[in-house]
């Protein structure tokens, strides 16, 4: 069938798509740009924690094991998939959705400032030199990592269920468009400013680095007051203990043929993360030891990541309003496959050559959280739009069950190396761009089978 829409960006809404009230119509752009300021101000604060760059540089900082940093994105999904399943009914019945979201969204910067706290207090000049450090200092880390992502959690299940309420299925590309790129923009420039002459401290910044991350997120939470939003009409949420929501989320992956497509597409992509803690380990072997002490390879891949993704949100977020999901969703799969095999390549050259290009590679993993944001938008336009919470939280639990294996991963490349793990990735990864050939096209009116509500769809008053 083809992925080209005859009529687009005109959606032919189906009827899990109704359409909006006239009060959400009315203040749609004012949403669009106030959305647009938050996702900019949450992405200043995110590209000072980069999860391929700066997360591992610290965990490698504080204690070098492989099977350490392999613990990063097993904490990342775990903490950020099971907590969003819990509160997903809650935040169906939460009349003003945009409150869970701006809460959230100030419990992100709350361990970063525990982080800079410690860091100030403890970090040593002699940095890399883990036996200086305090034993604990390791597991505090991964304590805070995992209440970040708790929050995380449920900021873009909110995230995506404000978007799903206030911002119709044709013009959310856009936003992701214009934000992407402007955040990037305003990103970049805040770290080409503010990074070097962090990292020219003895302890590397660090502490000014995770103090940065957490102003971003205040002010990114503080904007969502501003979001036009009418309140949901009251409705009773049945109290349901874990283990039911747990079966729930697998009745909904196992009876509904169409979102299993998209979970499975999604769980394979996300296996590109398990190699997320690596990459910046193969390209600080290729350095000389001068750049490795000067510490300026981490800005230019955080610089490059993000530049990566402001470029690819604004071209795929206008492709996606005017194709459709699926055909994006397959693209941005199948350039992430490759990114394993290039990082492998430019290692390979002679006379580590290839360290000068090394940032092609995480220029291309800015593609990663721009994939997550339209597989999300797939769903937000497949699932009925009572049920948005419940399937975006499913999705997300979905996506937690490759990341069992992650510390066996940084086991293995310490062990084997890179060759054969990074190939192994990019199979898997390529695997869910062929999956999405048989996924349905809610532009063409393929809309997901309903699956029967949990509880009384709350509705605008």
């Known amino acids: 069938m083809p992925d080209a829409l005859p009529n687009a960006p005109v959606v032919d809404r189906g009827p899990t798509s109704p359409e909006p009230p006239s009060e959400i119509l009315t203040a749609e752009s004012r949403n669009i740009l106030t959305l647009s300021a938050h996702y900019i101000s949450l992405r200043l604060g995110w590209i000072f924690k980069t999860e391929t760059v700066i997360m591992p540089a610290f965990m490698d900082a504080i204690s070098g094991a492989g099977w350490l940093r392999g613990c990063l994105p097993v904490v990342n999904r775990i903490c950020s998939s099971l907590p969003p399943l819990f509160y997903a009914p809650q935040l169906k019945g939460t009349r003003r959705k945009k409150v869970i979201l701006s809460v959230a969204t100030f419990a992100m910067a709350i361990p970063f400032v525990v982080l800079a706290a410690t860091w100030w207090r403890v970090g040593q000049p002699g940095i890399g030199l883990a036996a200086e450090l305090p034993g604990w200092l390791p597991a505090l880390f991964l304590a805070c990592y995992g209440v970040v992502f708790v929050a995380t959690g449920v900021q873009r299940l909110a995230w995506a269920t404000v978007q799903g309420k206030l911002i119709r299925d044709n013009r959310r590309g856009r936003l992701l468009a214009v934000s992407g790129l402007l955040g990037s923009i305003i990103s970049v420039t805040a770290v080409l400013l503010l990074i070097p002459g962090w990292l020219e401290r003895p302890d590397h910044g660090f502490g000014w680095i995770f103090l940065m991350t957490a102003a971003g997120f205040v002010v990114a939470g503080s904007l969502v007051w501003l979001v036009i939003e009418p309140p949901d009409a009251d409705t009773t949420t049945p109290r349901r203990r874990p283990g039911q929501l747990l079966l729930e989320a697998w009745d909904l992956f196992s009876s509904n043929r169409s979102f299993r497509r998209i979970a499975c597409v999604a769980m394979l992509f996300i296996s590109i993360q398990l190699a997320f803690p690596h990459f910046q380990t193969l390209g600080r072997e290729m350095l000389g030891d001068e750049q490795r002490e000067s510490g300026s390879y981490?800005?230019?891949?955080?610089?490059?990541?993000?530049?990566?993704?402001?470029?690819?949100?604004?071209?795929?977020?206008?492709?996606?309003?005017?194709?459709?999901?699926?055909?994006?969703?397959?693209?941005?799969?199948?350039?992430?496959?490759?990114?394993?095999?290039?990082?492998?390549?430019?290692?390979?050259?002679?006379?580590?050559?290839?360290?000068?290009?090394?940032?092609?590679?995480?220029?291309?993993?800015?593609?990663?959280?721009?994939?997550?944001?339209?597989?999300?938008?797939?769903?937000?336009?497949?699932?009925?739009?009572?049920?948005?919470?419940?399937?975006?939280?499913?999705?997300?639990?979905?996506?937690?069950?490759?990341?069992?294996?992650?510390?066996?991963?940084?086991?293995?490349?310490?062990?084997?190396?890179?060759?054969?793990?990074?190939?192994?990735?990019?199979?898997?990864?390529?695997?869910?761009?062929?999956?999405?050939?048989?996924?349905?096209?809610?532009?063409?009116?393929?809309?997901?089978?309903?699956?029967?509500?949990v509880d009384p769809s709350p509705t605008v008053e």
């Open 298 to 453: 981490l800005m230019h891949w955080v610089v490059a990541q993000n530049i990566g993704f402001g470029v690819c949100t604004f071209l795929f977020g206008w492709l996606a309003d005017f194709f459709g999901n699926r055909v994006v969703i397959r693209t941005q799969i199948l350039l992430l496959a490759s990114v394993p095999l290039v990082a492998l390549w430019l290692g390979s050259l002679a006379d580590n050559s290839g360290s000068g290009f090394y940032w092609i590679t995480f220029s291309l993993l800015g593609l990663t959280p721009l994939t997550f944001r339209t597989i999300n938008n797939y769903v937000l336009e497949l699932a009925p739009p009572s049920e948005h919470p419940r399937y975006i939280a499913t999705l997300n639990l979905a996506m937690t069950a490759p990341f069992f294996a992650s510390p066996v991963v940084g086991w293995m490349v310490d062990r084997y190396g890179f060759e054969p793990i990074f190939v192994l990735v990019s199979i898997v990864v390529a695997c869910g761009a062929l999956l999405t050939f048989g996924m349905a096209e809610p532009r063409l009116d393929e809309h997901l089978e309903e699956s029967s509500p």
